[in-house]
């Protein structure tokens, strides 16, 4: 067999490259589901709806309206709003928190067990392996939310009655339309994690010790949003991650405004940017041997 036969028969360097990195990627998936600590998360996650559907099924005192988070008084009108209101109330502080583990441990957590050194030993490259971290935590916003979102529309047809959505502008939608609204309300909420999930990934480049990495990136959190409310501090407000969190409202309006939701996606957007880059400066010249 000539050289020129086993150089025809030779598989591209790029679709090596690009199989190792679905493997990894793969490979990186299956190990954060099968996680009793991401399967814990995600149960915490889902019993915030039902904890809530639970509490306002038993109360005896009707809501006056705008009494509660939002949309609480009308979950005994319609059980679909319950995944709206737990939504409201999980992005403040159970959503940042579930992401600031995940995102914390992404570097960190392999440095800290010492097998960072043998994914880098394969020709994945840091670059690749920084992208499949982060795809990772994404991954995670999309399940949490999205598990959010099903458990409260499950407890809330157990506990209370569904039929058409009267949305916040006074539009009556079906119960198939109100459930692409919830679809998109989730959408909005994962991408309103994307920003921290990025300065959670850069903070775990920064430290072997995961459980650092993960309160750092929590405590970004909560300081965003006592930042995003003080009212000397009105400039910064529209350049914080957090400033348009509970900007998914327009969602629930006819006709449909993704104002607010262009706007998260870019603000999110630059922040994965600036801090992807950072990530990446550091983790370039992270020595993985000490």
């Known amino acids: 067999m000539s050289s020129s036969d086993l150089a025809v028969k030779r598989p591209p360097r790029t679709d090596a490259r690009r199989g190792l990195g679905f ?3 793969g490979s990186e998936l299956s190990v954060l589901f099968r996680r009793r600590r991401t399967w814990a998360m995600l149960v915490a996650v889902a019993l915030i709806p039902i904890l809530l559907a639970i509490a306002v099924r038993l109360s005896s005192e009707a809501l006056a309206p705008g009494e509660g988070p939002p949309f609480l008084d009308r979950v005994t009108q319609n059980g679909l709003f319950t995944g709206f209101t737990a939504m409201v109330v999980a992005i403040p502080l159970f959503l940042p928190l579930t992401i600031g583990v995940v ?6 957590g392999e440095a800290g067990q010492g097998t960072l050194r043998y994914l880098l030993v394969a020709p994945a490259g840091r670059v690749r392996l920084l992208l499949v971290k982060y795809i990772g935590a994404a991954a995670f916003s999309l399940v ?4 959010l979102m099903l458990a409260g529309i499950l407890i ?3 506990l209370f009655p ?6 916040l502008s006074g539009d009556v939608i079906s119960v198939p339309e109100s459930l692409l609204r919830s679809l998109l309300v989730a959408s909005y909420v ?3 994690l994307l920003g921290l999930s990025a300065i959670g990934l850069f903070i775990s480049t920064l430290t072997d010790v995961p459980v650092g990495a993960m309160a750092a990136t929590i405590v970004v959190s909560v300081v965003a949003q006592i ?7 009105s400039w910064l407000h529209p350049w914080l991650f957090s400033h348009y969190w509970l900007g998914f409202a327009e969602l629930l309006s006819q006709p449909l405004d993704f104002t607010s939701f262009g706007a998260n ?7 994965i940017a600036v801090f992807g880059a950072l990530a990446y400066s550091r983790f370039a010249t992270k020595d993985i041997l000490s």
């Open 23 to 25: 493997d990894l990627l």
């Open 103 to 108: 995102a914390g441990d992404t570097i960190a």
């Open 144 to 147: 949490a939310t999205l598990t």
């Open 156 to 158: 809330g047809v157990a």
């Open 162 to 167: 569904v039929g058409p959505v009267t949305l």
């Open 190 to 192: 994962t991408v309103s």
């Open 227 to 233: 930042l995003d409310v003080l009212p000397q501090l």
């Open 265 to 271: 996606a870019l603000v999110q957007g630059a922040y």
